[in-house]
């Protein structure tokens, strides 16, 4: 019977990226990718089709199917059109996407594409979190909540379709030269903000090990949930210095104003999550990773990270001259902030 795989979003560079690497693989005979906006990227071969996940008439694009693999979980409402837009493609797209497995009769996979995120941040945290452990500081806003909510989506589907294989990727923070992110873009920023006192813990993942995992998931005979990421840590400080950029640090509760001038700069979009997260950092254990899954990452956190500054040209360091002008101006602009002047 040929193998046919669906993968939504693919109007989005990673959406895209895995949606060609599957209609280049042998294991699938015809690759289906949806979305509500046409890609402006290559697909290959993959059959575009133009339909949104939120509408139960998924269920007819599903038809024949027998491994989805969902990569529509957004995590900037710049580029879904809002915080209340994201929260329904991730939330309700997930819940009627595996709806509409549910009914099916011939999906036999399904994969996810979550996040690390559902683990939270914060001073009670383990040092490296493994898949089996629950958050010590739950999620409770943005997209941390909503992937949260996914996966609670997923358990549940797994419970009623206990015949499906579901597969589900935790993600460290995706980095290197296309990609862009929250995470990313905070890197960029002239002044880097930071939190006083505080040097968080960050692993990151190449975006080509990203897909590569997502790929390798949706060949491998193997479900369960397991964590992905590059090797090693890299404290924040240490990515700072190593971007070249000068950073600031502001006491905690001033942060809240920093993302508001950031924001109104259009540096970054700063949410409470992001700013745990710059504060507590967090580490994952991807043992399963290895030893089930059966994937091993090309790219180590650093290698990974410095993949992102080489594509950028982030390497040399403001001259002190500039960095202080640029100081003095967010320092202004934080006064302000703080006295609701923004």
Known sequence: MPRVALVTGVSRHLGSVVARELSQRAEFDRVIGVDVVEPEADLGTTEFIRADIRNPIVEKAIRGVDTVVHMGVIATPEAAGGRSVMKEINVIGTMQLLAACQRSESISRVIIKSSASVYGAGPKDPAMFTEAMDPRHVPTRG???DNVEVEAYVRGFSRRRPDVGVTTL???NIIGPEIRTGITDYFSMPLVPTILGHDARMQ???????VNAMVHASVA????????AGDGVLMLSQAIRRAGRPNIPVLASLMPAAGRVAKSLGLVDFSAEQVRFL??????DTTRMREVLGFEPQFTTVEAFDSFIDAHDLHALLTPDRAAVIEAQVIDLFSKAGDGRD
């Not at 990151?204 to 990203?210: A, I, M, N, Q, R």
């Not at 504060?279 to 994952?284: F, I, K, N, S, V």
């Open 221 to 228: 005979n193997v479900k369960g949930t397991f964590n992905v």
């Open 143 to 145: 997209w941390a909540k």
């Open 170 to 172: 935790r993600f460290a």
């Open 279 to 284: 504060t507590w950092g967090r580490a994952l």
């Open 204 to 210: 990151f993942v190449h975006e080509t090990d990203s």
